[in-house]
């Protein structure tokens, strides 16, 4: 290693999968984290977990069905955590559960038919591709269907940004002036799903939680206001992308892991250096002002 | 339906019955907010004033009668409902009072002068920028005064507007809802505050899941009927009977005989 910058970027150079990888995990990183900023304001870390449990079965599903094909396993994946996800909303109105309680239930329920599902057919091989994805082996209709999503995406929040920010602060006041606070909310938990069903592709369906609120998290020791956090959750998780996978190539490490482990570590390092109340931050305190 | 020197009645109550998995909070209540009016509402803790103003704001569903709006109506949660950690500044939170005109894409940069005067209006000028979790309780409130401000609607609904909010502020509070009053827009508040109601709303409506009385303060308050909003028991009664009161529904205007009505004596 004498030129890191070099190790740094020669993967990408020499290899077309590589590339690939990159350009799949960079799409990935530009619309995965600003549905995580959201997640954890709203305080809704870990309802994405669940979803990506409850996309499981789906995919499972569309494995039986068509093997090792990436569209089948697609729209499976988003029937099932559309299905969980609607149902947990429709359940909680209709009774007086709360919404996470059910959504745990539902989760359960989707994650252990999908495990079931897959070992009624597939080898131990094929469980380890659905929980760890496989971001070297992307083809183009991969990279079509995750360019897609982020484009979706960006363009969705885009839209309902507005109403979603006031469902975040003063849902009560939203539903007083406008009647779009309901459509807005599921809108909202579609991007969820379809973003971890993009992740699930590259990155297995338990580590593209990752790339959704490492960064989403992260950002929240850089920047205060909401226009400053999207832009810099982007920024760490394509630093991630770049560096999980320069990592992986480097020392031989699965890729999947590697990223959402370099998005932990820029976490790391946020907690302890950002300015947002950053422990270095709280270890040297400046004497406080007069007003 | 009569109208009032103001325009027609913006809320009427016909055997209103509100509440919470069939338990009524709000029994058998008939009346009419008039235009116009500031009307302040009245009772001890679990006396159903939050939940009547979040029935006039059509937030939950009605057990039985119905609720008659005509225009739009501004309404101020008690302040604990809204996020303040959410990463929003003050300029976004009172400038979302402008939804109705601005919607969910157009920009606000036009409203800019507004918002800025509805801030400094509330004293809030130079706030603008802040991030609505820095500000104290009493600043918080401003700032949803000023989204009320900005709303502009002929019809507030404030529910418990003053608790925990220090006596200047709710000075500069009072007076902006009494220029409200002299406007002609109908404001409706839950208040604890006896004697802040006796000294600036003149028309009250005391409550304790029944209508205990609806009319000018000084006969509302008295003694006797605080006393009777007191003795009515706050605790829910898992075993209680089904109301054998009459039904109201849909459109149907009918006479209630056994509970009697509480319409007003006169318009304040």
Redesign the interface.
Known sequence: MIDPFGSLVAPFVEFGFMRRALAGCLALSVSAPPVGVFLT?RRMSLMSDAMSHAILPGAAVGFLVAGLSLPAMTLGGLVAGLAVALLAGAVTRAT?VREDANLAAFYLISLAAGVLLVSLRGSQIDLMHFLFGSVLALDDAALWLLGGISTLTLVALA??Y??L??E???P??L????R?GGPVHLAFLALVVINLVGGFQALGTLLAVGLMLLPAVAARFWA???GR?IPVSMLIAALSSVSGLSLSYQFDLPSGPAIVLAAGALYLASMLAGPRGGLLRRLVRPRHLEA | MSAGPHGPDPIRLVGLTLGY?RHPAIHHLDGTVRAGDLLALVGPNGAGKSTLLKGM???IPCLDGRIERSGA???M?QAD???R?????VL??AG?GR??RA???RSLTRHRDSIGVALATVGLDGFEER??GTLSGGQFRRALFA?LIL?DCPVILLDEPFTGIDARTVEDLLALIRTWHEEGRTVVAALHDLAQVRAHFPATLLLAREPIAWGPTTRVLTAENLARARNLSEAWDEGAPVCAGPRVSGARAHDHGAHGHHHHEDAA
């Open positions: 304001l007086t839209v309902i507005r109403p920010v006031m975040c602060v003063d009560l006041f539903r007083t002036v406008s779009s205060r206001d909401l956090l | 998995d704001v059509g937030e109506i501004a309404y949660p409902e809204i996020d950690s959410f990463p929003l500044s976004d939170l979302m939804w109705r919607g969910a894409w991030p609505i989204r709303q």
